[in-house]
């Protein structure tokens, strides 16, 4: 059974630094066509692609955001961790994780996990 | 970049209803593009992919038809469980998301 489960703070600082970790199982991100991307939805807003990171360990991110947004895995903790620097009231919302198969870029997205809620409040 | 226009942005309709969600993309893409399901405090599911293609488990009620630059999702009777918001979206470009079509109780 594929799982996702994201992980981190429920309240960060503006200017802080925000770190969000998925935790996967079921399937390996070293498979040919593998994939995890983080997909966001602020509150009244659409989804939001964010990041992506794949089996060759390729990192793609959205165009507006990619100063401020690393991704990285860690096959044997079966770990995706997205960082997200110098946040703003306007990254307040849900951040999701979820897996890729075929390989494209922007992949169809199979399984996601529950999400997690992010607040950017002082 | 292929930028993605759904239709209505916001839908009224009852159970039984058949409900039709158009995508249309700037510029053409073949068969690639995928609906999701979206309910408050719940993930995004994925109904539909390669255009037409049902995701295993999802009810036969959904499909999906089109290529190129128009897409539909249709559900042939709507049910309860259904009032959700519905995104396209695309393997080609950035951003891959469509801004979300609500169905909402008539």
């Known amino acids: 059974q594929v799982t996702l489960r994201e992980s981190g703070p429920a309240l960060v600082k503006p200017t802080q630094t925000l770190t969000l970790t998925c935790t996967f199982s079921?399937?390996?991100?070293?498979?040919?066509?593998?994939?995890v991307t983080w997909i966001r939805q602020s509150p009244g807003k659409a989804l939001e692609w964010l990041a992506r990171v794949d089996w060759e360990d390729d990192k793609y991110y959205r165009t507006s955001l990619k100063t401020r947004l690393t991704i990285s895995k860690d096959r044997s903790k079966k770990q995706v961790v997205l960082i997200m620097t110098n946040v703003d009231p306007v990254d307040t919302g849900t951040y999701y994780c979820?897996?890729?198969?075929?390989?494209?870029?922007?992949?169809?997205?199979?399984?996601w996990g529950k999400g997690t809620t992010v607040t950017v409040s002082s | 970049d292929i930028q993605l226009t759904q239709s209505p942005s916001f839908l009224s309709a009852s159970v039984g209803d058949r409900v039709t969600i158009t995508c249309r993309a700037s510029?053409?893409?073949?068969?690639?593009l995928a609906w999701y399901q979206h309910k408050p405090g719940t993930p995004p599911k994925l109904l539909i992919y390669d255009a037409s293609t049902l995701q295993t488990g999802v009810p036969a009620r959904f499909s999906g038809r089109g290529s190129g630059t128009e897409f539909t999702l249709t559900i042939s009777s709507l049910q309860p469980e259904d009032f959700a918001t519905y995104y396209c979206?695309?393997?080609?470009?950035?951003?891959?998301f469509g801004p979300g079509t609500k169905v909402d109780v008539k």
């Open positions: 979820a897996r890729g198969t075929s390989g494209y870029v922007y992949d169809y997205m199979d399984v």
């Open positions: 510029q053409g893409m073949s068969k690639y």
């Open positions: 979206q695309q393997l080609i470009s950035y951003p891959p």
């Open positions: 079921g399937f390996s991100l070293s498979t040919y066509g593998m994939s």
